[in-house]
């Protein structure tokens, strides 16, 4: 465990000395500007409004960052030879994907924090700590299908597609099976849709669900509701990493 943590905090180290948490300070202070344009805009339900889209912008910045660093740093790892290094040690490669996720998983704390911060000014405090929490989760799902994505591909633009399609589709796959279950015009049923639609219900994560905006405009959010997120985070973040690890010791040194 000392050598995970080892590379947990050089990895961490890593994203301080890229000025990454300049970028996420400064991509923070875009979201609450846009929002403020937007309120002063708005003629009715400002506050609603600008919290809505704070809240938005927020987990879209929070996921973007954090996902494009993880798919940049280990593609700049395996280019200089530094994962190749890593991996002939004689520590077991499962101590080098460990450390890697723990390090991301570290990074992720903070726009969460800062998040959850930003919107406990607009809205309640426990509902900002359970959005916040809910956008933890979002976070720690990305961050190890990015790792799956280098480990397999390392490819930065194929991992950086395929996160991409990943998240769009786990987002919209609630709303794609209400659409799928809907009738058509003539009155028939698309069955077809819907099992496939279902199917891959079955398979993805709903992050639909996640960091939802009706939590802070109208403080819906329960513990029961954080749990069951919170339950599928660890199903789905423990699925993601077996894979890797299948697809890690499958590599040649």
Known sequence: MSASFTIARYTILEAVRNRWLWLLLGLLLACIALSGLLDAMALT?????????????LRLASVFLLTSFVVSSM?????????????????????????????????????????????GCYAP???????????????????????????SMQQLPAALAACSGFYLLARSIGTLQLLAHGSRPDGSSSTAASRVFDLLGTVLPHL?????????????????????????????????????LYDLYRKAV
């Open 45 to 57: 339900e400002s506050r609603q409004i600008r919290l809505a889209l704070l809240s938005s912008l």
């Open 75 to 119: 593609a700049r790892e395996a280019a200089d030879k530094g994962q190749q290094m890593l991996l002939a040690l004689a520590h077991p490669r499962a101590t080098y994907l460990a450390g890697k996720l723990l390090g991301y998983a570290a990074l992720a704390l903070l726009p969460a924090l800062l998040s959850g911060l930003l919107a």
């Open 125 to 151: 405090p426990l509902q900002a700590g359970l959005w916040a929490l809910s956008l933890l989760g979002e976070c720690w799902i990305m961050l190890a299908f990015a790792v799956l994505c280098m480990v």
């Open 208 to 244: 639909d669900r996640y960091g939802s905006s009706d939590w802070l405009v109208y403080q819906s959010g329960s513990l029961q509701d954080l749990a069951g997120m919170l339950a599928q985070t660890a199903l789905f973040v423990t699925l993601l990493v077996l894979a890797a």
